[in-house]
């Protein structure tokens, strides 16, 4: 069982950068691809940013250009840097692990909100 956990969400101004970062304990970190997610009020959770297990990434078309995910295996810990934040980047922001269809966790979700 991988127990996941985010941090770094907080009030920033548009413009304005914030780093979130996602530790993980109970599971083998380095064979998961890790995602960040995000859930807008009155909307569907949406896809932000993946990255396996290798390192190759994937991005929302939204984000790409402003935020970046990073692993440190070392540190079983998942980053996103989030540059340039619009209003409509306000959201929840959840931690996914997932394994090859096998397995799948998540966070329970760290606030971001863009307004001036």
């Known amino acids: 069982q991988v127990q996941l956990v985010e941090s770094g969400g907080e009030l920033v101004q548009p413009g304005g950068s914030l780093r979130l970062s996602c530790a993980a304990s109970?599971?083998?970190?380095?064979?998961?691809?890790m995602g960040w997610y995000r859930q807008a009020p009155g909307k569907q959770r949406e896809l932000v940013a993946v990255?396996?297990?290798?390192?190759?990434?994937n991005y929302a078309d939204s984000v790409k250009g402003r935020f970046t995910i990073s692993r440190d295996n070392a540190k079983n810990t998942v980053y996103l840097q989030m540059n340039g934040l619009k209003p409509e980047d306000t959201a929840v922001y959840y931690c996914?692990?997932?394994?090859?269809?096998?397995?799948?966790?998540w966070g329970q979700g760290t606030q971001v909100t863009v307004s001036s």
């Open positions: 990255i396996t297990s290798g390192g190759s990434t």
């Open positions: 109970g599971g083998i970190f380095s064979i998961y691809t």
């Open positions: 996914n692990a997932e394994y090859k269809g096998l397995s799948d966790y």
